[in-house]
């Protein structure tokens, strides 16, 4: 027995306990890398792109859109290649000492990232001037930032401003016009209000005359108004008879005297 493996006693197994490696396994080929790469990253991303290409050209999209989107989708797939890459290597055996330490440096690389860390050197945190200058640097970049934003919000507040500028004068409008509408609808009923009042005062003092006035001095009305209507009626029969009889030519102004003595 040989590190655990093996038999615990030769004895009775007609051999002599010696281990050996198995000379009938046959390792498989290991694939190489760039291949592996190049079937699930480049070469899969390549149809891909060249897809992605021909779809928008038949669509009838400009050539910069075209390339925009193309670029836009190189860069996913080379994201997602690289993922499957570190997936792959952590599969490595852990047990080989290069891979562990590609693996450590990795971890190192991700928690500076995390940390903030990634663009810090060795020996910068002691050199004063440089720390100064990074200040200074994040201070400028602070200030920068804050007179976007403030920038940023006078204009919000004064598109707020305008806007509300605009709503309290449409407002106003309105209500003008919806003054104006009114007046006219009060100027309107007032007209048809008087003119009932004046019907209605015509109509009283109508009945009321009727009433106070006495019979007498109706039917005395009435016989005058007939009388006028019977002058009025001879009058113009005397007229039209007038008109109908030859007149007499008075040339003699004696005879004229005469008659009108007479």
């Known amino acids: 027995m040989f590190n655990g493996i093996g038999l615990s006693t030769p004895r009775g197994s007609g051999t002599n306990g010696y281990i050996q490696t198995n000379k009938f396994f046959v390792k498989s080929r290991p694939v190489r890398s760039e291949a592996k790469e190049f079937q699930t990253g480049r070469g899969a991303g390549g149809l891909k792109l060249i897809e992605l290409e021909g779809q928008l050209v038949d669509q009838g999209y400009p050539d910069e859109e075209v390339l925009e989107r193309v670029e836009i989708l190189r860069k996913a797939l080379e994201a997602a290649g690289a993922l499957e890459v570190d997936d792959m290597d952590s599969r490595m055996n852990s047990t080989q000492s290069h891979h562990i330490a590609a ?102 003092g109508k009945e009321s005359r009727e009433l106070m006035e006495p019979r007498e001095s109706k039917e005395k009305r009435d016989q005058e108004y007939e009388e006028r209507d019977h002058k009025k009626k001879e009058s113009r029969e005397r007229r039209k008879n007038e008109d109908e009889e030859p007149h007499e030519r008075i040339k003699d102004p004696r005879e004229k005297r005469e008659n009108r003595e007479h």
């Open 103 to 204: 693996q450590k440096e990795k971890q190192l690389e991700s928690m500076r990232d995390a940390l903030g860390l990634k663009n810090v050197k060795e020996g910068e945190a002691s050199d004063r001037e440089l720390q100064e200058q990074k200040r200074q640097e994040r201070i400028m970049a602070r200030e920068e930032k804050e007179q976007e934003n403030r920038e940023k919000q006078a204009a919000i507040e004064e598109e707020e401003r305008r806007q509300k500028k605009e709503l309290r004068r449409e407002e106003k409008l309105r209500h003008r016009e919806q003054q104006e509408e009114e007046r006219k609808q009060r100027k309107l009923e007032r007209k048809v209000r008087r003119e009932q009042d004046e019907q209605e005062r015509y109509q009283k």
